[in-house]
């Protein structure tokens, strides 16, 4: 569509001079404007369906951040110490969070109130990712632009990077996280260094380093940036393409850059103290001595003396290699991160930090998601960077760069496909504008005319309009013959039509998959859940909420609630209770205690959630209804995280079978059996059905006749589904029995005489 | 219940109730038409912008937009 | 009817609220304050009832005129603390309904005295040794409570009312009883009073069916007080709203009138002895037996009015209905989850209107309208609903003057 626009050739007012030129400008700017209203629209699927709320679990804490944010003003903010998370630690959450998302939506929630249009600010928060994603589109029509000289090129990457599905997975209305700002600001912040790198001009430079600073303060993937604009420098300089451009913009970019991300207290003195960052300070070292020996070689003429200069250039570089090995080794510089270690060995994470293993969007990526993502611009993506190197200018290097960094990168974990997504749907672009601007020639080309339409450019002669550009192509082509690379043309109206034909249809194509995708992958807000009632109408199940609602209303404001940490964010955002571990997962003992409560038994767990203050304990639990996201799912991980801290008292092997099954039925171990994650996911389940019918529908499996029986919590609330129950922590009992005793006893008793027994004697604390 | 000055005013006001020009119903055609002038004459006045354009495209195309604007917001059911 | 009188008690209490605010500096009494005997209760009857999650009490009284000058203030006494929590007044004249213009309002009192007075001024002034028959009626608000206090989630709920078996009055009374009406016949308790204190000499209460009787009794001084108390079976949940904010917004531009209603409910019920069970309250859905939960809610709205919507402060409740036609307009909400004794839940409703059914212009004037709109569309129960504080604000199109 966007190359048949430009393909006008009408003669007449609107298509020549000046107002052609015009008229051009504003078809482009229609055509964006449409495409970004289509990037929104497609995202808008979860909205339409449920309704404007927040999804999944890292947004709620956004949510709830940016409505302190919006409460209480910048200043408390950025010193916020949030003491209902990870209680009794607390959290200090203005100094570990990347402020960039919630300052932007606070930002545009001011100015809506300054222009007088009370939004409330949960809207603003799930239209975020989509407006942005708009942005994106225009962001990516503006890198494209740069790349190639085909009109149609830019205008296609946007559409593809609106409609992408490798980005909408992370930007549909309602995931409010760090990446629905980021990648606009990746794309964009790219846009600028290719801008600076070809203008070598400090205000490119400077405002490269403005939006990487944006950038910083927005996501912590702004590692790539950091390693991949240093990286582009290094291989130009490798390649003999240093220039005054590339000295110019690097240093004005490393120097503001650095400065800026270093304001954002998370990363503070990161950039000069992990090796995350020593890339960029190394290439900036080298750039230097770069620059140096080139101006002196300018001065010099003695060849031996240049010989001796290169020496001496390396020798320092070398040298300050070393002594940033040193330094690592040392500790004054930290190390690789973990989550960096896990970049190259996918198998580091499952061995040394269980805790990002069990995260799915960590596992490596499988093959069909490739396809599944970005169809057919996967198969597009190889031929676009091709043409990169057909014409290999500065900027097509980076392009060739970031193909392969990001390629890597998405190969090993899920979630990186999104920094992949962007130079898929470039490169794409560059190869489709390749193939419809030699083809969607209308008039056949004759062979002396041929001269004229030089291949790289592909301007359709009439389009173009201007003589004077078309006559300096034909002279430089005259002129430059033997360099030119063989023109092509296409005479037959036959292929002419058939490849238009064919390429349309992979268009709708994609766009019908990236529809079916986004619809049908991608826009669950995993806190309501869709089911389909016999007679076809949409029935919601939306437990999460009731259970969230109902703690929220009918428990002490400052009761403490202890669940497995992918509830932590959505507990503190809907149910607004202090929390013993969540989704920051920044102190992996405190979790580790929470999962050795989970599974250990009653009497090990209840001394644990008495030291820390646990009124209530949270369990999700599918087996009613089938929904395989429960907590006896995740149970090995909370497992395995306390084996890593408690090797002797949980041990993994204990919760398998003989035969090394993960059974939850009569032949669950008793190890499993008597743990309280299963006791409280099971108690009073087998109620529900006659005697011994009891049937656990994610497992597949029956159950054991006689249910568990809780001594030291009780049931307090279930939801309708039973996906959430929640239990009170029993206060010590008045007594001084041990719990187990005292329900023996209470049973006991109901027995006899049917009431309770008289309670008597002074409270006494029983001592573990 | 007390009779008061108020209500009689409103029971003598029983043949006025409010109407306005524009219905709920037409809200959205009109708001649309609007925005859509308002879009083409944007468009025609970024072809060629010149001050004798300000009064023929932009003016019209300006309020055209202002107005459209409160109705397509009217529409979607945000009254305003 | 229903509706204009729950629109009374919302007025009534918010009327009281603010008089709160702005009278009290006026009119404090010294606590020994004693209303001025000019008057005297011939006959009193007192309809106590107890249908509803709240008392209402009907008193028909006649009084007369015992002091020399026509006088026309007379005085309802209130216990300490009462006061506060009646949720409205009304006083009519039992004879002739059209004799309006009755005006009552708030005595304060220091806040040490025992007992509170409404002053009910009389259109006009009673002469000397003349007869009026007033009909007073109000409501009092969390006057009901559970007792036992904690139940089984299926168990029957029980309710304790305390009042006097003499009718609370300021001035002497000749003759008078008072009668109950249950809600049910199942009443384990009801005080006793000896046949002494009776006029026909029998013993008290006397029972028909659901209505108990007090009384009659003789001469009975201002000021006494015989307590007693009846405990009878009310399933229900006793709904409490602490606090109802509701706006009222006119657009012009979009002819359109939205209302919009913040709640904050609490259900005064019995609490749970032991936990909630999921497992016995899905069994019971099958039977529906009666309970002291809060399951559904019923809000009749004006006809007419559309695109309601139900939320709470966490996003859409997907399990409510509206149904709108010609005739009538029913938003029925389920709330997220049952609300069982002593449990809360905050939610907002909301719908829009044609403004052409609130907004008139007024005849001969240019640009003048008036706008008639509801002052209190709450949910309509069958054991009825409390509100404690009700706000309400009608917000005005921008340059309105």
């Known amino acids: 569509m966007a190359a048949a626009t430009t393909e006008k050739t009408t003669t007449g007012f609107f298509f020549e001079g000046e107002t052609g030129r015009n008229t051009r400008g504003l078809l482009r700017l229609i055509i964006l404007c449409t495409i970004a209203a289509a990037a929104i629209a497609s995202r808008l699927f979860s909205v339409i369906r449920f309704e404007s709320i927040i999804h999944e679990f890292d947004p709620w804490f956004n949510f709830r951040a940016t409505k302190y944010l919006v409460q209480h003003g910048f200043y408390p903010f950025w010193n916020w110490f949030d003491d209902r998370t990870w209680h009794p630690l607390g959290r200090v959450t203005g100094g570990t969070l990347y402020p960039g998302l919630m300052v932007t939506s606070g930002v545009i929630w001011k100015l809506l109130r300054f222009l007088t249009l009370p939004v409330d600010i949960r809207d603003i928060c799930v239209f975020m990712a989509p407006a942005f994603s708009g942005l994106t589109a225009f962001a990516s029509y503006l890198f494209t632009s740069e790349m190639s000289d085909s009109p149609s090129a830019g205008l296609l990457a946007a559409i593809f990077m609106g409609i992408a599905p490798g980005y909408i997975s992370r930007s549909v209305a309602g995931s409010y996280d760090n990446e629905a700002i980021a990648i606009f600001l990746l794309v964009f912040t790219f846009y600028l260094w290719i801008k600076a790198v070809k203008e070598g001009s400090i205000m490119w430079g400077a405002l490269t380093a403005l939006f990487y600073g944006y950038m910083v303060s927005a996501w912590g993937g702004y590692v790539f940036i950091t390693n991949l604009l240093p990286l582009h420098a290094f291989v130009l300089i ?416 204990d919760y398998f079978t003989s035969r090394g099954e993960y059974r939850v039925d009569d032949e669950a171990t008793p190890t499993m059996r008597n743990s309280l994650m299963y006791k409280m996911s099971y108690y009073k389940y087998n109620d529900l059905f006659p005697a011994g019918q009891a049937q656990d529908r994610v497992r597949g499996s029956r159950l054991p006749a006689a249910g568990p029986e809780l001594s030291t919590l009780e049931e307090a609330f279930t939801s309708e589904n039973w996906i959430i129950r929640i239990y009170k922590v029993k206060d010590l009992d008045n007594l001084g029995r041990s719990h187990q005793e005292a329900v023996a006893f209470e049973k006991g008793n109901k027995r006899k005489k049917g009431g309770a027994g008289k309670r008597r004697g002074p409270r006494v604390l029983r001592v573990d | 219940m007390s009779a008061s000055p108020l209500l009689d005013l409103w029971e003598a006001s029983a043949s006025q109730p409010f109407q306005p020009t524009i219905g709920k119903n037409t809200q959205f055609t009109v708001g649309f038409v609007l925005l859509f002038t308002a879009l083409v004459f944007s468009g025609l006045f970024g072809l060629n912008n010149s001050l004798k354009n300000v009064a023929i495209y932009g003016l019209p195309a300006s309020l055209a937009f202002g107005f459209g604007a409160v109705y397509m917001i009217c529409a979607v059911g945000v009254y305003v | 009817m229903r509706l204009d009188r729950w629109a009374l008690m919302g007025l009534i209490q918010l009327s009281w609220a603010d008089s709160n605010l702005t009278e009290r500096s006026r009119d404090i009494l010294p606590s020994t304050f004693k209303p001025p005997q000019h008057f005297r209760n011939v006959n009193l009857v007192r309809k106590i009832n107890l249908e509803k999650s709240y008392p209402r009490e009907t008193i028909n009284v006649v009084i007369e005129n015992i002091d020399a000058a026509p006088q026309s203030e007379y005085y309802l006494p209130f216990e300490q603390g009462t006061l506060g929590r009646v949720g409205g007044l009304v006083v009519k004249d039992k004879k002739d309904p059209d004799n309006i213009g009755f005006h009552a309002e708030i005595v304060e009192i220091d806040p040490y005295g025992a007992t509170e007075y409404y002053k009910i001024t009389l259109p006009t002034a009673l002469p000397s040794k003349q007869q009026q028959t007033l009909s007073l009626t109000y409501w009092t608000l969390a006057a009901l409570s559970p007792v036992p206090f904690q139940i089984g989630q299926q168990d029957k709920q029980y309710i304790r009312y305390p009042f006097s078996a003499y009718a609370p009055s300021a001035y002497t009374t000749l003759k008078q009883k008072t009668k109950l009406k249950l809600p049910s016949t199942d009443v384990p308790d009801a005080t006793s009073l000896p046949k002494e204190l009776n006029a026909d000499g029998k013993a008290d209460p006397e029972k028909q069916g659901t209505s108990y009787t007090y009384g009659p009794y003789n001469e009975v001084p201002a000021g006494a007080v015989q307590e007693v108390s009846v405990r009878y079976e009310f399933t229900h949940p006793l709904t409490h709203g602490s606090l109802l904010e509701r706006d009222i917004s006119v657009s012009h531009w979009g002819n359109n009138l939205a209302t919009e209603e913040r709640h904050w409910l609490t259900n005064r019920a019995a609490v749970l002895k032991n936990h909630f069970s999921r497992v016995t309250y899905a069994q019971s859905a099958y039977y529906n037996p009666p309970t002291s939960a809060l399951k559904e809610m019923r809000f009749p709205l004006t006809v007419g009015s559309v695109d309601a919507y139900f939320v709470d402060d966490i996003g859409n409740v997907s399990t409510s209905r509206f149904r709108s036609n010609l005739r009538e307009a029913n938003l029925e909400l389920r709330p997220r989850y049952p609300l069982f004794g002593g449990w809360n839940y905050k939610f907002q409703v909301g719908w829009n209107g044609d403004l052409k059914n609130f907004v008139r212009r007024v005849k001969g004037t240019g640009e003048t309208y008036v706008l008639k709109a509801p002052f209190f569309e709450g949910p309509k129960q069958i054991e009825g609903v409390e509100y404690e504080r009700i706000v309400t604000r009608v917000i005005l199109p921008e340059g309105a003057t």
């Open chain 1, 238 to 653: 490798c390649m003999g393409r240093f220039s005054p451009r590339l000295y110019v913009s690097y240093t004005t970019w490393y120097a503001l850059g650095t400065l800026a991300s270093m304001q954002i207290p998370f990363v503070g003195f990161l950039p000069i103290r992990s090796s995350d960052h020593m890339a960029a300070l190394g290439v900036f070292g080298l750039i230097q001595l770069v620059g140096f020996a080139e101006y002196v070689r300018a001065q010099m003429p003695s060849k031996q003396f240049q010989t001796l200069l290169r020496a001496m250039v390396l020798v320092v570089f070398a040298l300050a290699f070393g002594f940033l090995v040193l330094l690592t080794v040392s500790g004054t510089i930290a190390p690789w991160s973990g989550r960096f270690y896990s970049l190259w060995d996918t198998g580091y994470a499952k061995i040394h930090i269980p805790i990002i293993a069990s995260v799915s969007e960590h596992q490596p990526t499988a093959w069909p998601a490739f396809f599944f993502d970005l169809n057919m611009l996967i198969w597009l993506f190889p031929a676009g960077v091709y043409m990169c190197f057909r014409s290999l200018k500065d900027e097509q290097v980076f392009v060739v760069i970031y193909a392969v960094l990001a390629s890597y990168f998405a190969g090993v974990m899920v979630r990186l496909m999104l920094t992949l997504t962007p130079v898929v749907c470039v490169a794409a672009a560059m190869a489709l504008s390749q193939i419809l601007d030699t083809f969607l020639v209308a008039s056949t080309p004759d062979e002396g005319d041929a001269n004229k339409k030089p291949q790289a450019n592909g301007t359709p002669a009439g389009a173009n309009g201007s003589v004077d550009i078309k006559q300096q192509f034909a002279n430089l082509a005259d002129g430059l013959r033997s360099t030119k690379a063989p023109l092509v043309g296409i005479y037959s109206y036959l292929s002419k039509s058939m490849i238009t034909g064919a390429i349309t249809a992979y268009l709708l194509l994609f766009v019908l998959h990236c529809t079916w995708v986004t619809s049908n992958a991608y826009s669950s807000p995993s806190v309501v859940l869709a089911s389909r009632l016999p007679d076809g109408s949409q029935h919601i199940i939306d437990d999460y909420r009731e259970a969230y609602y109902w703690l929220r209303q009918n428990t002490a404001p400052n009761a403490k609630v202890m669940s497995w940490w992918d509830y932590g964010y959505q507990i503190g955002g809907m149910a607004d209770r202090p929390t013993l571990v969540d989704n920051n997962t920044w102190n992996n003992t405190h979790i580790a205690t929470v999962g050795k409560a989970m599974s250990s038994r009653e009497e090990v767990s209840y001394p644990i959630m008495r030291q820390h203050e646990v009124d209530y304990v949270l369990v999700v639990f599918g087996a009613l209804l089938g929904y395989s996201g429960d907590d006896i799912n995740k149970f090995l991980w909370m497992v395995r995280i306390a084996e890593g801290i408690w090797p002797d008292e949980v041990k993994e092997r």
